[in-house]
């Protein structure tokens, strides 16, 4: 038998409902997705977030024959020993299982193996960037200088965008200019399959979350964070609430602002009407709970979880970024409103309120586009990507 190319798929963790997110999963789903006669791979987390449905997902990804692993526990007292520890285990994973292409999906792990390959110990690099350009390392000026524009063009050997902005914002990079070096635009992807399965109870989801069976449900799925603007969903929720007694919000997700966007609708007189589910494994019944869906987000690169609302058959209300418009499109398939606008978002809410007929032609349309983005076409591309690569290393 020809020997398989065998991949690291490297994440920061595969806590998708807290900390890793949709790249976790699009991660997961790409290793699953694979063709196994041509690739071996091997799905990475950096670190370990301790929780029960990580430690069930790793489990059964390995008794589905996808060796999974992460490198050690994270710390949040001690985040730089940590990404020593991290990068020591990951180091110590190659030389049992040497790898011919580590593709890392996290600015974490696009450091980690930078340094295997400064130290002379990493084979073929593939870089998959998964947020807008001007994102990365917000909060590390200097260090985004040092990466994104110098050792990153300079040393993978293939970058990835997720959307074609992503991928035209690579190109614009002084020094990948100068060394004439293109980025790929690989779309994020979707296991359509996920939302064609069995017919969910929609009503005793209701009744587990305390909603009545009357209630028009605006629902959210994300990391409760900065980047997807819960805090501006929080305070569009009190203005559709006071229009819309029958106005319910769910919140499905965790995240270090969560005490913070609970003490914020406490404090509009919400509280009792907008559900934080924290951490959930069963997005796809919950998204059937829904009479419309909200994203929004201050930036995406592709986002995931909008493209399982379109394949859930949700009429979508979404911020006007660039990742979105590669999805949707305004009065089309869905109703897009400015970013950093709550007044626009309860508009927007409560248009679709008013209107269910349009939001389900919006569905209907969203559900046929998002079918141009599933795993099997995306899986392909990568695979057509990592067998161009190998004949740089002699595979």
Known sequence: ?????????????????????????????????????????????????????????????????????????????????????????????????????????????????????????????????????????????????????????????????????????????????????????INNALDIHRFRGETVDMEAIRRELGIPEDAYVIGSVGRLCEQKGFDLLVDAAAEVVKATPEAWFLIVGDGDAAETLKQQAASLGIGRRVIFTGQRSDVEALLTAMDLFVCSSRWEGLSTVLMEAMAAGVPIVATDIPGNRELLRDGDNAWLIPVENPRALAAAVLAARGNIELGRRYAHQAGLDVLDFGITQVAAQYGHLYQELMPKKGG
């Open 1 to 185: 038998m020809k020997k398989r190319i065998r991949v690291y798929e490297i994440v920061f963790s595969f806590d998708i409902e807290s900390g890793g997110g949709g790249i976790s999963r699009f991660a997961t789903t790409l290793s699953k997705s694979l063709d196994p006669e041509r690739f071996e791979p091997i799905l990475c987390g950096l670190w370990d977030r301790g929780s029960e449905e990580e430690k069930q997902r790793i489990q059964q990804l390995n008794e589905n024959g996808i060796y999974t692993f992460t490198c050690t526990h994270w710390d949040e007292q001690h985040p730089y020993r940590s990404f020593a520890r991290a990068y020591l285990g990951l180091r110590t994973a190659l030389k049992r299982l040497p790898a011919d292409i580590l593709n890392s999906h996290s600015e974490f792990s696009d450091m980690a193996v930078l340094l295997l390959k400064l130290a002379g110990k990493a084979p073929v690099l593939v870089r998959t960037l998964h947020n807008e350009l001007r994102v990365v390392w917000r909060r590390r000026p200097l260090r985004r200088l040092v990466f994104t524009q110098i050792l990153d063009p300079l040393l993978f050997d293939a970058e990835i965008g997720v959307s074609r902005f992503i991928k035209e914002n690579l190109d614009r990079r002084w020094l990948a200019k100068r060394l004439k070096r293109k980025a790929r635009a």
